[in-house]
């Protein structure tokens, strides 16, 4: 397992634009072991894949945020991002970052192929 950190929340109007940020302890020459991903989770709701990196550094999001939101990776310890525009009110939820490394996991927006999870940090959006 990796540790995680989240940050960036915070409350913003209908509208409006939050970047989401998470620190991880992996190196980018080692980050094609990795694939890393956003969820969040509204009280009383599962939680859900909102944008994932694949070890190749493909892209892939959930129908919801698609034109919304883009996530993306950067610095020499890689910095998960999560730019997030168009700020809709059923966007709000807990956001957590999360890496995984099973061999051959396809499903990046599934919970069940991440094994290191961040703390998350709170998105509020209100109409």
């Known amino acids: 397992q990796v540790q995680l950190v989240e940050s960036g929340g915070g409350s913003v109007q209908a509208g409006g634009s939050l970047r989401l940020s998470c620190s991880t302890p992996?190196?980018?020459?080692?980050?094609?072991?990795?694939?890393m991903g956003w969820f969040r989770q509204a009280p009383g709701k599962e939680r859900e894949g909102v944008a994932a990196?694949?070890?190749?550094?493909?892209?892939t999001y959930a129908d919801p945020v698609k034109g919304r939101f883009t996530i993306s990776k950067e610095n020499a310890k890689v910095t998960l991002l999560l730019q997030m525009n168009s700020l809709k009110p059923e966007d709000t939820a807990m956001y957590y970052c999360?890496?995984?490394?099973?061999?051959?996991?396809?499903?990046?927006?599934?919970?069940?192929?991440?094994?290191?999870w961040g703390q998350g940090t709170q998105v509020t959006v209100s109409s």
């Open positions: 999360a890496t995984g490394r099973t061999y051959g996991w396809r499903e990046l927006l599934h919970p069940d192929g991440y094994n290191s």
């Open positions: 992996v190196y980018s020459y080692s980050s094609s072991s990795y694939y």
């Open positions: 990196i694949g070890r190749d550094g493909s892209t």
